[in-house]
């Protein structure tokens, strides 16, 4: 007969799960607006001159991007809270790790996002700004956008490290198809693995491209969201402590 206290462990669990699932299939809608259909729309390879023209031309669409990633950041924290509740019972230590890298990503990730704010302000024609011809203005925009590309990546390896561990946690539990936990594992790794590599080479950039890192996790996170949702966590006669 299970006790009272462990029942109400293994319902909060079933219900952080079902938060996971939640979590991961809202959290993609914001991700994909913001980073692929605004920053696709405005940002122009090698012309300084028209990304800052399409920065003016959609003012409104680029705030809207900045809300879509703090929206994402907010979801994050959640997401990563309920993984913390659903797989600590496996290996405290390790859940608490990836707990932590997991803040990391969302507070460098909301840093990131701070430099959107920043190019609306170069390219205000604010007074204080008169001194600067507009090819500098444009110049000083368009590394401020370069910018946060490379803040974001620095959030994505940290989120492949957090998604790497709570996946290799999924894999170690048994509540989810191994299959699945073990697509998690590569998946998370390679995005790991490809933002590290592009940090110390960014020739690689023709090579590695976000498609390659960012459509398994993609598919992973994807699956995740629908399994957890459809289905209710089957905790294996707690077989894990309580703590």
Same mark, same amino acid.
């Given at each position: ?50 990304? =800052? !023209?399409? @920065?003016?031309?959609? /003012?409104? *669409?680029?705030? %809207?991007?900045?809300?879509?990633? #703090?929206?994402?950041? &907010? ?35 909301? =840093? !990131?996002? @701070?430099?959107?704010? /920043?190019? *609306?302000?170069? %390219?205000?024609?604010?007074?204080? #700004?008169?001194?600067? &011809? ?110």
């Amino acid at each position: 007969m299970t006790k009272p206290g462990v029942q109400e462990f293994e319902n909060q669990q079933r219900r952080a799960a079902k938060t996971v699932g939640i979590a991961y299939l809202m959290a993609l809608g914001p991700a994909l607006f913001s980073e692929f259909y605004v920053r696709g729309l405005l940002v122009v390879p090698g012309d300084a001159a028209q990304t =800052a !023209a399409n @920065v003016l031309l959609h /003012e409104r *669409l680029v705030r %809207l991007g900045v809300i879509s990633n #703090l929206v994402d950041c &907010a979801i994050d924290i959640i997401l990563i809270t309920a993984l913390y509740i659903v797989l600590k019972p496996v290996q405290r230590q390790l859940a608490l790790l990836a707990l932590g890298w997991g803040l990391v990503e969302t507070g460098v990730l909301i =840093a !990131a996002t @701070v430099n959107d704010f /920043e190019v *609306l302000s170069i %390219l205000s024609n604010a007074g204080y #700004l008169r001194a600067f &011809a507009p090819p500098q203005l444009q110049t000083m925009a368009r590394l401020s956008i370069s910018a946060h590309a490379a803040t974001y990546g620095v959030g994505l390896f940290f989120a492949g490290l957090r998604s790497t561990a709570f996946c290799y946690l999924w894999l170690r539990s048994g509540l989810i198809p191994k299959v699945l936990a073990g697509w998690g594992i590569f998946a998370s790794a390679l995005m790991c693995i490809s933002i590290a590599l592009l940090m110390v080479m960014p020739e690689l950039g023709r090579i590695i491209s976000v498609a390659i890192y960012g459509s398994p996790i993609f598919i992973f996170e994807l699956a995740m969201g629908l399994l957890l949702l459809v289905r209710p966590l089957q905790l294996p006669n707690t077989r894990f402590a309580v703590s």
